[in-house]
């Protein structure tokens, strides 16, 4: 694919933005620029092509994006975007924010698991296809193995989890999975370069099970056994591929979704060896309120 072509007043001012990321010894004793710097947003940016058309973007930089992290949100079912004070508050917090609209956004999970997990697959690809693009944004600032964390909400999280731990081998594994009488691919990516890697994840209420067969839950284990043995076996198949990723997950302890779920998917991952912490909050399937869910963003940012 051609290379993403910025819009020329955005690169303009995100490059000056970025120049002023240095040292304070570095600095231009001016503070106009500081003054004049706020962070950029570019909307409904096209990053892949499905059969329904193109899959769009928000794409949110920081006013420092030099060495800014990038953080990709995953709306929940149904959704298209992520409240504006969790994108305002990780833009402060210096990330380079996307807010993703995957394929097949408002599939049930009876549906995600159909035809041989063929929804699943496409928002998967959409996953990958969205990371390769936020990975161009960092790498015309001069960083190319930018920290990449994976959010979102409900099925955002289940889908963010198989996402993540899978890791680099994403695309190559729904690939095998497709050559052995799986889905063949459905999306098509704007940007190829980069790899897929996924450093943390911070899922939110997510439908783990739905994605990440290995345990029960209502639609894991047993549900996908009797359904669809191979899909089961693909969607059980990432654990380990990814060992460095660090997970965090928060739950509200009267969602519809139980809790135990979280629990069990938290028990999974630690017996694997991961970095996995869960939070709980008192609410329903609910995002988690900002003083539960942004103690953790720092933590993850390293700040």
Avoid at 22 to 39: F, H, I, K, N, V
Avoid at 214 to 227: A, C, P, V
Avoid at 284 to 294: S, T, Y
Wanted: with cysteine; net charge negative.
């Amino acid at each position: 694919m051609a290379r993403r072509i910025l819009p020329l007043m955005t690169m303009a001012l995100l490059a000056s933005l970025a120049a002023c990321g240095g040292s304070d010894a570095d600095a231009a004793p001016t503070t106009t620029l500081d003054e004049q710097a706020l962070p950029v947003t570019e909307v409904d940016l096209a990053y892949a092509t499905s059969a329904e058309g193109p899959l769009t973007l928000d794409m949110h930089a920081p006013v420092r994006p030099a060495d800014a992290p990038i953080v990709l949100y995953l709306p929940g079912r149904g959704r298209d975007s992520a409240p504006p004070w969790i994108v305002e508050g990780l833009v402060d917090e210096g990330a380079f924010v996307f807010v993703v609209r995957y394929a097949a956004t408002d599939s049930s999970p009876e549906k995600i698991l159909a035809d041989h997990g063929a929804d699943a697959g496409a928002q998967a690809q959409s996953v990958a296809c969205a990371i390769h693009y936020a990975r161009s944004w960092a790498s015309d600032f001069g960083n190319n193995d930018p920290l990449v964390v994976l959010t979102g909400f409900s099925n955002g999280s289940g889908l963010g989890a198989h996402t993540a731990l899978f890791g680099s081998t994403l695309e190559e594994r729904w690939d095998e999975y497709a050559a052995q009488g799986g889905p063949p691919r459905q999306v098509e990516c704007e940007m190829t370069e980069g790899s897929t890697h996924v450093d943390v994840l911070v899922g939110m209420g997510g439908n783990y099970d739905v994605f990440v067969s290995i345990y029960d839950g209502k639609y894991g284990r047993t549900y996908q056994q009797e359904l669809d043995p191979e899909l089961w076996e693909f969607l059980s198949s990432p654990i380990g591929a990814n060992p460095d990723l660090k997970v965090r997950l928060i739950h509200g302890t009267s969602d519809f979704i139980p809790v135990a779920d979280a629990e069990e998917f938290k028990a999974l991952m630690i017996d694997a060896g991961y970095d996995v912490e869960l939070t709980t909050f008192d609410g329903g399937h609910v995002i988690a309120p900002d003083e539960v869910l942004f103690p953790i963003v720092r933590e993850v940012l390293g700040q």
